[in-house]
C-alpha cells in the first residue's frame, strides 16, 4: 500500500517517521511542497495522499489526483471550506478530516488571548519597555464579571465553554444544532441576535459557510453592546474586516482577538523580514492597535495537536484503501 503525504512540515516530520515505523506495509512517500497543478502528479501510483493546506484544492488538481488513480484524500486538519466539492463528487473521492486532533488547543489559545486583552496585556508590555510602571488609565475587567456568547457549540465551542465557566464568567450560546448537555445547562439563547444583543464577548467557534460569511459586520455590529470583545479563531471569512476597522475606530468593539483573517493566505506563516514588509495594508491596521491582538493561525498550533493531525489522518488515510470507510469521512451536503 502506497501513501503520499503533502506539506509535510519539519515540525510534523517526527509523526510521521513514528507512524512510518508502527505501520511497516505502507509505502510512505513525503513531500514538503504543497497539493497544486504542479505537483499531483507525484501522486500517481499511490493509493491515497494525505494533505494539509490552506490554499484551495481546486477542481483541476481534484481532476487530475483522479485520473492519477488517487481516490482516497486525508485531509490533517479540520476545516473544508477550501476544497472544491463538485470536484470532489464528480470524481468519487472520499475525504476524510481530523476533526478533534485537540478542540482544547483552540480553545485554551482563545481565552487566553481574551484574558491578555481583558487585563491589557500588550499596552503594559509596552509601558515596561518606555520604563513607565504607571497603572492608570488602563484599568482592566474581569472575566467572572462579563457575559461570553459562544457562537456554535461544536467540540472547539464546547471546549471554550468550559474554560469560560472556569473563570467565573456568565456563558451564553447559539447554534443551529443543540447540544443535548448544553441544553440542560440552559445557555441556549434562541437566536444569533439575541447573542449579540446580550454578550459583552463573542467567542466564534463556526466554520466558513455561506451562512457564515461576514457573519460580523456593520448591521450586526451595530447590535451589539458597546465596547464588545470579538474572538475569531476560527475562519477569517466570519469577520468583514473593513467592518470590523470603522467598529474599533469608533469604540463600538472594545477589542479584538483574530487568529484568522479573511486575506491571510498567502500571509500567514511566512517571515516577512519587518512589519513594513507585510503585503497588506488592513492587515498592519489590526496590528498596530494595542486592543487589537492578531495572530497568524497559531491557535492549533501545540504538540498534542500537530500529532494528532499526521497520526490521526494517517490512519484514516490507511483504512480508507483497505477497507474503502474511516473513522472521518466527511460528509459533502449535496
Ligand atoms: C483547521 O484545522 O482547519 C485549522 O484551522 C488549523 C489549520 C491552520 C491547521
Avoid: C
Amino acid at each position: 500500500m502506497k501513501i503520499i503525504a503533502y506539506g509535510i512540515r519539519d515540525d510534523e516530520l517526527p509523526y510521521v517517521k513514528d507512524w512510518e515505523e508502527k505501520n511497516p506495509d505502507v509505502d510512505v512517500k513525503v513531500v514538503q511542497e504543497l497539493l497544486d497543478d504542479s505537483t499531483v502528479d507525484l501522486a500517481k501510483g499511490y493509493d491515497g495522499a494525505v494533505v494539509y493546506q490552506q490554499k484551495p484544492y481546486t477542481a483541476s488538481v481534484i481532476d487530475k489526483l483522479a485520473a492519477d488513480g488517487v481516490k482516497y484524500m486525508s485531509l490533517r486538519n479540520v476545516g473544508v471550506d477550501n476544497i472544491d466539492i463538485d470536484a470532489i463528487k464528480r470524481n468519487g473521492i472520499t475525504v476524510t478530516n481530523v476533526p478533534a486532533y485537540s478542540p482544547e488547543a483552540i480553545a485554551e489559545f482563545t481565552v487566553t488571548q481574551l484574558m491578555r486583552l481583558l487585563r491589557r496585556s500588550r499596552t503594559f508590555d509596552r509601558k515596561q519597555t518606555e520604563g513607565n510602571l504607571t497603572w492608570a488609565p488602563d484599568i482592566a475587567l474581569e472575566l467572572n464579571q462579563l457575559t461570553v456568547g459562544v457562537y456554535a457549540t461544536g467540540r472547539i465551542g464546547r471546549a471554550a465553554i468550559k474554560i469560560y465557566q472556569g473563570f467565573g464568567a456568565k456563558v451564553i450560546a447559539y447554534d443551529v444544532y443543540r447540544n443535548p448537555e448544553l441544553e440542560k445547562q440552559g445557555i441556549y439563547v434562541d437566536s444569533a441576535d439575541d447573542l449579540f444583543k446580550q454578550s459583552d464577548v463573542l467567542s466564534l467557534h463556526a466554520p466558513a459557510t455561506p451562512e457564515t460569511d461576514h457573519m460580523i459586520n456593520k448591521s450586526t455590529l451595530n447590535e451589539m453592546k458597546d465596547g464588545v470583545y470579538i474572538l475569531n479563531p476560527a475562519r477569517g471569512a466570519l469577520v468583514d474586516t473593513d467592518a470590523l476597522i470603522h467598529a474599533l475606530d469608533s469604540g463600538k468593539v472594545g477589542g479584538a482577538a483574530l487568529d484568522t483573517y479573511e486575506d491571510e493566505v498567502g500571509i500567514f506563516n511566512k517571515d516577512w523580514g519587518s512589519f513594513d514588509a507585510i503585503p497588506d495594508g488592513r492587515l498592519k491596521n489590526l496590528m498596530e492597535r494595542e486592543n487589537v491582538l492578531v495572530s497568524p493561525h497559531i491557535a492549533f498550533y501545540t504538540e498534542t495537536a500537530v500529532k494528532n493531525m499526521v497520526v490521526f489522518s494517517f490512519d484514516d488515510n490507511k483504512s480508507l484503501i483497505e477497507t474503502g470507510t474511516a473513522q472521518n469521512i466527511v460528509e459533502f451536503e449535496s
